[in-house]
């Protein structure tokens, strides 16, 4: 049985995010991505996060739950209160493992939940169909506005 395993490489033109108050945890991600061929722009809490997706909205965000001021499950709703925000894919990255916050994450909105330590590999999937899927879901919109535009012509 062959037991290489393929490299698995990140798409450069995709942007993203992590929000985590801890920078060794932030850090760590970061690595992670970076090796993979992504260039993570980092917050180092929930405001901050919000306010970096607001001025330049990314591909994917990365967001742990427990910081102070403002917990993930708050910066989650907001981002998908917010219409411009709303498609953008959020992984919640946290050390809390309880099915409870599980819940509560997709409740708020999260699209994937990764408990900590995060297995790179597995990161790393979960980034890449979350970058395919909001691709597909633009793609959808731009096939549905071009449609429409042709029907009015």
Not at 49 to 75: E, H, N, Q, T, Y
Not at 93 to 109: I, K, S, Y
Not at 144 to 151: E, F, G, K, L, N
């Amino acid at each position: 049985m062959n037991d290489v395993k393929p490299e698995i490489s990140g798409d450069p033109a995709a942007s993203m995010h992590v929000a985590d108050d801890e920078a060794s945890s932030r850090q760590l991600l970061c690595d992670q991505l970076q090796v993979r061929g992504y260039s993570p722009i980092e917050a180092e809490d929930g405001e901050e996060g919000l306010r970096k997706a607001a001025a330049a909205p990314p591909d994917v965000i990365l967001l742990d739950i427990m910081m102070p001021a403002m917990s993930g499950f708050d910066v989650c709703r907001r981002l998908k209160a917010n219409a411009t925000l709303a498609h953008i894919p959020v992984i919640i990255v946290t050390a809390l493992r309880e099915r409870r916050e599980q819940v509560l994450a997709m409740e708020a909105g999260a699209n994937d939940f990764l408990a900590k330590p995060v297995d790179a590999r597995e990161l790393i999937f979960r980034v890449q169909n979350a970058i395919r899927s909001k691709r597909l879901l633009e793609q959808y919109q731009q096939d549905v506005q071009r449609i429409r535009a042709s029907q009015t012509e």
